[in-house]
C-alpha cells in the first residue's frame, strides 16, 4: 500500500513535493524514478516484505521497466509460480509481480489480479505509460492533462503542487455534490483535474503525448440457473476464499466490527483461518440511538475477538478541516468522521483492516431499495392520483412521519413532497426519481440556492445504468459504479490512509461481486426482506439475533454536533465572499432558519454546505492557518 505521483517530464523537486504531499500514505520509504520524459514517485507503506527489496519503484531484470503501485495482489503467489519459468525475482512483493505479468501479458495482465491498485508503469523500450485503477475503484488515481503536459496522483492534493494548474471550480461537479453528497464518474470538482474510472486503464504515448482511456471490466448480468442452496454454497465459499487472501500480511491486522450483518460475517469468515482477531467498535457519546455497541460486543464474545471499543465526543469542529483536506474533495458523508477517529485509534495496534463495506450494493440491502421499488411497481397509475400524494402528508399523524424518514433524505411532509416526485419521475426518468428521493438538495431546492445553470445529466445517466436488468439490479449497479466507489470506497480509503492504515474490503473480491450479479433480484430483495439470500447462507456462522436484526443505519449525530457550536461555525464560514458568487444567501438563510422546524432535514443541507465551504476555503482560497 503506497501513494503514488508521476508526469512526463522532469523535475525533482515537484516529484518530491509531490510525494512529500502524500506522505501519509507511505510513512515508510520514499522511491524515486527519472528518465527523458518521464518521472515517477512513490511514498511505501510496508505491508509485504519490509525488506528494502520491496521499496519503489520495482523494475524487472534490465530496468526497461519500472513501477509505482498502490494496492495489493492477493493471488500474486499463484502469479508468481507461472512467471518464474521466464521471469527472475528480487522480492517477495506482488508489485514485482505485476512488472513480470505485464512483461508476460502486456495489458492483458489486468485480468488475472485479485485485488485492488491504483499503479504507473513506465515501458522505456515503447516509450508508453501505463496506468490502472482497480475494477470497483478501491484505490483513486487522479490525473491532469492538456494534450502536452501529463500528471498523475494518488490523491488530487498532489497534483495540484504543480503551481501552473489552475483551481477552477466545476459546476457541474458542484450540482452533483449538493444532490448525491459525492462527485461521481470521473469529473472532479476542479475543471483541469479527472480521475480514472473504476475498472479503466489510461495510456499515455511519449512520443506522441497522445491519452487513452479505455475500459477492461464492467458488471454482466446474465441470470445464473444455480437453485437458492447452491447460490448460498457459492456465496459463502467465495466469501471464505475472499477473506483468506485478504489475511496475507506481514504486519498486524484487524476488522472494524459495527455488529451488523456485514461486519459480523467478515469476523465470521476471519475465524476459520486465525484465533487471533483483533476487533474495533465506535460510537458517539450521549448517542442513544445510534450506538451499536452492544451487538458489537456479541459478536466479540461469540468469536472470541480482542475487542476494543471506543467512544468520541461530539467537539468535532478542531478536526474537520483536517479531514476534508484528507478527503481531497467535497465529500459531506458524515460517516467519514468517525472512520477517522476509528483508525486513529486502530493504528496504535495494527497496520491493515478488514471492511464490511459493498454488501449491500451486492444483496439489495438498502431501505431506499424498498421504498423507490414501491415507487416503481406503481407508475402506471394516474398522474392525478399521484399528484395528490403530497396534499395527504397533513392528514398522517406526525409519529408516523418521523419513522418514514430513513427511507430518504426527506423527512415528515418533505417527504411526502420527494415522493410525488418520485411517482411522476420514475415511469420515464429513473435517474431523477433516484435523485428526488435520496439527493440532499433536489433540483427545485438547488434553482433557489445556486446562482448558476445546471445540468444533472439524467438522460446520460438513465442510458448508462438504468437501461439493463431489472429496476432493483439497475439501482444497485448505480450505486455500485457511483455511491460505492466515489463515497463508500473513499472513506475508508482516505480516513484510514490518513493514519496510515490500509483498508481491505473482502465483499468486492470481484469474484464475488460478478457472481452476485448474476443471482436474481427477488433472491436479495424479497418482499420486505433486504440480503435475503445472505441472510440465508450465513445461519450456520453468524447467531440468529445478529442476522435478523432490524437493520440499523449508523446514526450520525448532526443534530448534537450542531448544537455543539458547528451550526454557528457553518453559518459564519459561509458569509465569505465565495457564497455570492455560488449560493444565493438569503436562501442559505432561510436553511438555517428552517433548521429548528425539521431538524432531520436541513441538518444535512446545513452539512453539506458547510463541507464545502471548508473545503474551499483549505483548496481554493489555500488558508493555512486553517488547519491544525
Known amino acids: 500500500m503506497c501513494g503514488i505521483c508521476g508526469f512526463n517530464f522532469e523535475d525533482k523537486k515537484l516529484l518530491k513535493s509531490m510525494c512529500d504531499e502524500i506522505r501519509h500514505r507511505g510513512p515508510n520509504a520514499a522511491g524515486y524514478y527519472s528518465d527523458k520524459g518521464i518521472s515517477l514517485g512513490s511514498r511505501r507503506l510496508s505491508i509485504i516484505d519490509l525488506s528494502k527489496a520491496g521499496n519503489q519503484p520495482i523494475y524487472n531484470e534490465d530496468k526497461t521497466i519500472a513501477l509505482v503501485y498502490n494496492g495489493e495482489v492477493f493471488n500474486f503467489k499463484e502469479i508468481r509460480e507461472k512467471l518464474e519459468k521466464r521471469h527472475s525475482f528480487k522480492s517477495n512483493t506482488d508489485s514485482e509481480v505485476i512488472v513480470h505479468a505485464y512483461e508476460e501479458y502486456g495489458i492483458n495482465c489486468l485480468k488475472y489480479f485479485n485485488g485492488f491498485w491504483g499503479f504507473a508503469l513506465y515501458d522505456s523500450k515503447k516509450k508508453l505509460l501505463f496506468l490502472a485503477r482497480d475494477r470497483l475503484g478501491l484505490k483513486p488515481l487522479y490525473y491532469y492533462y492538456d494534450e502536452k503536459k501529463f500528471i498523475f496522483a494518488s490523491e488530487l492534493k498532489a497534483i495540484l503542487k504543480d503551481r501552473s494548474i489552475r483551481r477552477s471550480l466545476n459546476r457541474d461537479a458542484l450540482s452533483y455534490f449538493l444532490t448525491y453528497r459525492y462527485i461521481p464518474s470521473d469529473i ?32 454482466k448480468f446474465d441470470i445464473t440457473n444455480d437453485n437458492e442452496k447452491t447460490i448460498e454454497k457459492k456465496i459463502i465459499g467465495i466469501l471464505k476464499d475472499s477473506v483468506e487472501k485478504r489475511l496475507i500480511s506481514d504486519v498486524p491486522l484487524g476488522v472494524y466490527l459495527s455488529g451488523g450483518i456485514d461486519s459480523s460475517s467478515i469476523v465470521a469468515m476471519m475465524k476459520n483461518f486465525s484465533d487471533s482477531i483483533s476487533s474495533y467498535s465506535l460510537a458517539f457519546e450521549h448517542d442513544n440511538i445510534g450506538n451499536e455497541l452492544s451487538y458489537a460486543k456479541k459478536v466479540s464474545q461469540h468469536f472470541g475477538t480482542r475487542h476494543k471499543e471506543i467512544t468520541i465526543s461530539t467537539d468535532i469542529i478542531k478536526d474537520l478541516p483536517n479531514i476534508v483536506w484528507h478527503l481531497d474533495e467535497p465529500m459531506s458523508d458524515p460517516a467519514a468522521v468517525p472512520v477517522y477517529y476509528l483508525s486513529k485509534e486502530a493504528k496504535k495496534n495494527v497496520t491493515v483492516i478488514l471492511t464490511g463495506d459493498g454488501a449491500d450494493e451486492l444483496f439489495a440491502g438498502y431501505d431506499q431499495y424498498k421504498f423507490l421499488n414501491l415507487g416503481y411497481k406503481m407508475r402506471h397509475l394516474p398522474s392525478s392520483f399521484k399528484k395528490t400524494i403530497p396534499k395527504t402528508a397533513k392528514f398522517i399523524p406526525k409519529p408516523i412521519l418521523d419513522k418514514i424518514y430513513k427511507y430518504s433524505s426527506a423527512t415528515g411532509t418533505k417527504m411526502f413532497d420527494r415522493l410525488g416526485k418520485l411517482m411522476i419521475d420514475i415511469k420515464n426518468n429513473k435517474a431523477k426519481a433516484y435523485a428526488d428521493v435520496l439527493g440532499i438538495f433536489d433540483d427545485e431546492e438547488k434553482r433557489k440556492l445556486l446562482n448558476f445553470e445546471f445540468d444533472n445529466h439524467y438522460d446520460s445517466i438513465n442510458k448508462e445504468f438504468f437501461s439493463k436488468g431489472d429496476f432493483i439490479t439497475q439501482l444497485t449497479y448505480f450505486d455500485a459504479k457511483n455511491y460505492l466507489a466515489e463515497d463508500l470506497l473513499m472513506k475508508p480509503d482516505k480516513m484510514c490512509m490518513a493514519w496510515s492504515i490500509e483498508a481491505r474490503v473482502p465483499y468486492l473480491d470481484y469474484r464475488l461481486v460478478e457472481y452476485c450479479y448474476r443471482i436474481p433480484s427477488f433472491l436479495k430483495l424479497n418482499g420486505s426482506t433486504t440480503k435475503y439470500i445472505l441472510k440465508k447462507a450465513l445461519r450456520n456462522y453468524l447467531p440468529k439475533e445478529i442476522i435478523y436484526r432490524k437493520k440499523q443505519p449508523f446514526h450520525m449525530p448532526l443534530d448534537e454536533w450542531l448544537s455543539k457550536g458547528l451550526k454557528e461555525y457553518f453559518y459564519d464560514l459561509m458569509q465569505e465572499p465565495v457564497n455570492s458568487k455560488l449560493f444565493d444567501k438569503k436562501y442559505i438563510k432561510k436553511i438555517f432558519d428552517n433548521y429548528n422546524s425539521s431538524k432531520l432535514y436541513y441538518c444535512r443541507q446545513i452539512w453539506s454546505l458547510g463541507i464545502f465551504n471548508i473545503w474551499y476555503k483549505v483548496f481554493v482560497k489555500e488558508d493555512k492557518n486553517f488547519r491544525i
Open 188 to 219: 472532479t470538482i476542479f475543471n483541469e483535474i479527472k480521475k480514472l474510472k473504476p475498472g479503466h486503464y489510461a495510456l499515455l504515448d511519449l512520443k506522441t503525448s497522445k491519452l487513452q482511456i479505455k475500459k477492461y471490466w464492467d458488471i
